[in-house]
T-cell receptor
Framework: DQQVKQNSPSLSVQEGRISILNCDYT??????FLWYKKYPAEGPTFLIS?????DKNEDGRFTVFLNKSAKHLSLHIVPSQPGDSAVYFC???????????FGSGTKLNVKP | GAVVSQHPSWVICKSGTSVKIECRSL??????MFWYRQFPKQSLMLMAT?????????EQGVEKDKFLINHASLTLSTLTVTSAHPEDSSFYIC?????????????FGPGTRLTVL
């Protein structure tokens, strides 16, 4: 049962433009949502997170939006840079579950 | 940020042999470590949650007798793939957290690429 879904396997964006990565989830009991960035043959690195009691969190070029009624979150990167090219995973955590659920990832390619 | 290492980074073995993968938190004590498996173009699949000094909690569908996990100290967890077969070939990643209330403090290792011939 895939509780966290990233329906777009890939996204291509021009440098300087906005990148929007989307993530949907099915369980309303999740308490935190996180985004991770992963390069090939490396482990994921934490990017940004948001608590379920908030609807927006911003950190520099990265902003995460949470729409609880739609069970949807998105990561906005603006302006996009070629170094942002990587696979982005969204993840969800619930204290009731005591573990992370990951989406399948979206491969972002930022073209110079 | 904190560093988690994995050893080896890649391993090739013959079918039927056992392979041990180590996960170490280098500059912090990890109360909990997670073991994930990633198939090509797929999500990270949680295999088990490992707490220091206690038995690992395995996810449904993961054979605990095949994937032996030992968390002997606050800085080391090991995953042993016993009697490995070609279908066990995958990318195995561990992660470590210091506390449940430090969710973004989940630090991932670089992963281990296992190829079973």
């Amino acid at each position: 049962d895939q509780q966290v879904k990233q329906n777009s396997p890939s996204l291509s964006v021009q440098e300087g433009r906005i990148s929007i990565l989307n993530c949907d989830y099915t369980n309303s009991m999740f308490d935190y949502f996180l985004w991770y960035k992963k390069y090939p043959a490396e482990g994921p690195t934490f990017l940004i997170s948001i608590s379920s009691i908030k609807d927006k969190n911003e950190d520099g070029r990265f902003t995460v939006f949470l729409n609880k009624s739609a069970k949807h979150l998105s990561l906005h990167i603006v302006p996009s840079q070629p170094g942002d090219s990587a696979v982005y995973f969204c993840a969800a955590w619930g204290y009731n579950f005591n573990k992370f659920y990951f989406g399948s990832g979206t491969k972002l390619n930022v073209k110079p | 940020g904190a560093v988690v290492s994995q050893h080896p980074s890649w391993v090739i073995c013959k079918s039927g042999t056992s392979v041990k993968i180590e996960c170490r938190s280098l500059d912090f004590q990890a109360t909990t470590m997670f073991w994930y498996r990633q198939f090509p173009k797929q999500s990270l699949m949680l295999m088990a949650t490992s707490n220091e000094g206690s038995k690992a909690t395995y996810e449904q569908g993961v054979e605990k007798d095949k994937f032996l996990i030992n968390h002997a100290s606050l800085t080391l967890s090991t995953l042993t793939v016993t009697s490995a077969h070609p279908e066990d070939s995958s990318f195995y990643i561990c992660s470590a957290i210091t506390a449940v209330d430090a969710l973004n403090e989940q630090f991932f290792g670089p992963g281990t690429r296992l190829t079973v011939l």
